[in-house]
């Protein structure tokens, strides 16, 4: 077939991104669907908040090791059949939530659901792949800020299921949407051209990795209750550090590592995933839960709203959509003035929302601003994060590094969570459970501050940065200054 009948056949831009926003919202509903229906579960299972805590905490732990080992396998072996394969697990992961018929099961069904931890990384991937290049970052901005519309609509959907259905209906409604992203995908885009790899899988960096984030991410999940100073928490930082040491200094030595360090050499690359971990501890992650009190605690708190969960529910889902109906212009800016502009643009937004809440307590108004504000700020600056990597990354490494940028943005989401509920916990009225004014401000000024540094970070990443060129085998046993083993030979470049 000649080239211009391929091109011919060639899926266009709309259906492309539309069958890679459907998977990467099966990815982010995943996880918001399940927020609201911590309560129910703690009713029907007669459980308290720190056990049903864990349906939320399994799919983080197991999502935040998908996000790399997916994004590398794709690059390795195909994108296309990867995330085919991370979309049915995930259905087999709701249809065992559904019918197991314990909290256990449910609890084992969402860590199988943290697989579409790899969608996000894999879609990128795939759009720099079949997109043409003027239309990438425009399909990258509309895949990234799609997790707004997820997180948004799964709240209204979850609740909605609740009520009509019980919580069974939410996993209904997950296996089948995962079940169509699948096919759609097999439908729409075309097959993988990557020849499998013949590189030596690296097992022992893909049992680590999992080993060091769990480690690090239960630490975090339980401080709020337990302290940072607790043996608990001090024994699995430990862990998750002495791991994550292990397995730095296995991937820096071995053939085909899971996660290439050697990119964090790459000053634009560096910076980018400083500043995502300051934001993912600041605004991305620190804002949620002061912001939800703000909404649902009454007038006479002195900074409450009075909404009800329901009211606050259509505000979030209505700014969120907002923010997102802003993410086609970040990718058309990004194209056109680079995207180290619309990433620092959409930090300095979220930034910018802090201050109008601790000076405007009360006013619902100047609180509507402030969502609207911070939705298009986070809708900017997720849609500009990977075009911001993609710029200095080879397409053959695209999903692998878009997948190490998810699992450090989720691990710093899990830390602000836990330091946030810290904060307010310490200025909590043990009698009625309500947070103080002096609590609320307090963890605003905590993300205030991590706002503030992702933006200086921001600010230093070069506007013509240099291309990062991951090394030969060639380049990699002269850096050694040894030879081949003749076992190895057969992976080396003919």
Do not use: C
């Not at 969502?371 to 849609?383: D, E, K, P, R, W």
């Amino acid at each position: 077939m000649s080239s211009t009948a391929r091109a011919l056949k060639r899926p266009g831009f709309a259906p492309i991104v539309t069958v890679l926003i459907l998977a990467e919202i099966v990815s982010a509903f995943e996880l918001s669907m399940m927020y609201v229906t911590l309560p129910t579960l703690m009713r029907d299972f007669q459980v308290d908040a720190n056990t049903v805590a864990w349906v939320v905490t399994a799919f983080l732990l197991v999502s935040a090791s998908a996000g790399v080992l997916g994004g590398r396998f794709g690059d390795l072996y195909g994108r296309r059949k990867v995330m085919v394969i991370a979309l049915v697990i995930a259905a087999v992961g709701s249809v065992i939530s559904l019918l197991g018929g314990s909290l256990g099961m449910i609890i084992l069904g969402r860590a199988i659901q943290g697989v579409t931890g790899a969608v996000l990384g894999l879609a990128f991937g795939l759009a720099r792949e079949h997109l043409d290049e003027k239309r990438v970052p425009v399909g990258i901005s509309m895949v990234g800020a799609s997790a707004l519309i997820a997180g948004g609509g799964g709240a209204l959907i979850a609740g909605f299921m609740i009520d009509a259905f019980s919580w069974h209906g939410i996993f209904v409604f997950a296996a089948v949407v995962s079940v169509m992203a699948a096919v759609s995908i097999q439908l729409v885009i075309p097959r993988d051209t990557v020849l499998p790899s013949r590189e030596k899988p690296d097992y022992l960096g893909a049992v680590l990795l999992p080993i060091a984030v769990s480690a690090i991410l239960l630490a975090f999940s339980g401080a709020s209750k337990t302290g940072f100073a607790s043996a608990q928490f001090v024994a699995l930082i430990s862990v998750g550090i002495i791991a994550a040491a292990v397995w730095a200094w296995w991937e820096l030595r071995v053939e085909s590592p899971i996660v290439n360090l050697r990119m964090f050499k790459n000053r634009q690359i560096a910076l980018a995933m400083t500043a995502t971990v300051l934001a993912a501890v600041g605004p991305l992650g620190g804002g949620n839960v002061p912001a939800q009190l703000i909404m649902q605690s009454p007038a006479s708190s002195g900074y409450g709203l009075g909404f009800s969960p329901t009211g606050a529910g259509v505000l979030i889902s209505s700014t969120l959509l907002v923010g997102y109906l802003f993410s086609p212009l970040g990718g058309k800016l990004a194209f056109r003035y680079g995207a180290r502009t619309v990433f620092i643009v959409g930090l300095a937004l979220v930034a910018l929302v802090i201050p109008i809440i601790l000076l405007t307590y009360g006013s619902v108004l100047m609180f509507i601003i402030a969502m609207v504000l911070n939705s298009t700020g986070i809708s900017l600056a997720y849609g500009a994060l990977p075009n911001l990597l993609i710029e200095v990354v080879p397409e053959t490494h695209t999903s692998e590094t878009a997948g190490t940028n998810t699992m450090i943005r989720n691990i710093g989401q899990s830390a602000a969570v836990a330091i946030g509920a810290y904060i307010l916990a310490s200025h909590t009225d043990p009698a009625t459970t309500a947070v103080a004014q002096e609590g609320i401000s307090s963890a605003f000024i905590f993300v205030l501050i991590f706002a503030a540094l992702s933006v200086v970070v921001a600010l230093m990443l070069r506007r013509t940065p240099a291309q990062w060129v991951p090394e030969t085998a060639g380049e990699r046993d002269i850096r050694r200054g040894t030879n081949r083993n003749p076992q190895d030979t057969v992976h080396a470049p003919l």
